[in-house]
């Protein structure tokens, strides 16, 4: 069981950066895609960017290119670094995990931490 624990959330100005970790518990961490997702309210799940066990491969969606990067270290930690923060990207931020390839769905992933508020004032 792959225990995830998200931290670096808070508030910020628009145009302001912020970056997310996530920790995993799993000594196998380093064999597992690991992904971040966001959820606003009364909104569906959002995928935001994966990045393969190796960490040679990452991908993020659309919406955040150019914006947001996904990175892992060796130990077991994967972040998220938000630049150029919109008041749109306020929401709830999540990572999850999976043994299998980078996934925008999120029904892929079997592991999910608890989330981290970002709000974004403008």
């Known amino acids: 069981q792959v225990q995830l624990v998200e931290s670096g959330g808070g508030l910020m100005q628009a145009g302001g950066s912020l970056g997310l970790s996530c920790a995993a518990s799993?000594?196998?961490?380093?064999?597992?895609?690991m992904a971040w997702f966001r959820q606003a309210p009364e909104k569906e799940r959002e995928f935001l960017a994966g990045i393969s066990w190796s960490g040679e491969n990452t991908f993020h969606a659309d919406s955040v290119k150019g914006r947001f990067t996904i990175s892992r270290d060796n130990a077991k930690n994967t972040f998220l670094q938000m630049n150029s923060l919109k008041p749109e990207d306020t929401a709830v931020y999540y990572c999850a995990a999976t043994r299998g390839i980078i996934s925008r769905t999120s029904k892929s992933y079997n592991y999910w931490g608890q989330g981290t508020q970002v709000t974004v004032s403008s």
């Open positions: 799993e000594r196998t961490f380093g064999s597992y895609t």
